[in-house]
C-alpha cells in the first residue's frame, strides 16, 4: 500500500517504508535490518543514534548480527566520517562490523541513460563535485587548506597523554 509505506509478502515478511521527518516514527518497531538512502541528507543525529538504534534489534540469519545497507553519496558529514573511521579503525566492542563498497556512477552505466551520462561527463569532468557524486569519492579535505583532515586525526593522541606544553610566541 503506497499510503502507508507497506509492502506484505505472501510468506508474511514486510517491508516497511519511513521517512526521517517525522521524528520518532520508527521507535517501537523489532526490526531485522534496513536500508537507508542517502544516510548524508539525514538532518541531525537523533533518527541514527536513538530512532534506529532502537528499532533495529531482531534476530536476522544467524541470530546475532545486525544488517543495515546503506547507499549514499559520500558527503562529509560527522555521521558518514564517523563511519568511515570505525570501518579504517574498529576500536571499541561497540563499533558494529561496517563493511563500506565504493563504486563510480561508470560502473553503473548499463542502468542509466547515455544522455544523461554524457551530460555528466561533459559538465562535471575534472570536478571536485564529480569526484564526490560520480566517482563516490569522501572528500575530506577543504581545496587549498594548509593541513589535511586526515594528517590531524592520524596524529591524534588522548587528552591525558598530552606532553608539558611551554609557551610559544
Known sequence: NRSEMKLKFTNGAQIIGFSTETEGAIRGYNLAGGWIDELCKIKGRRWWDEDLTFAVRDKMGDGK????LITTTPEKTPL???LYKQWRNPT???????????ATI???ADNLAEEALERY???FHGTRLARQELEGELLEDVPGALFR???IEDNLIAR???PELGRIV
Not at 65 to 68: P, W
Not at 92 to 102: A, L, R, S, V
Open 121 to 123: 561527463r561533459s559538465k
Open 92 to 102: 571499541k566492542p561497540t563499533d558494529f562490523g561496517i563493511h563500506i563498497t565504493q
Open 65 to 68: 548480527h545486525i544488517r543495515l
Open 160 to 162: 591525558d597523554e598530552v
Open 106 to 108: 561508470w560502473e553503473n
Open 80 to 82: 558518514i566520517r564517523e
Open 149 to 151: 583532515m586526515s594528517d
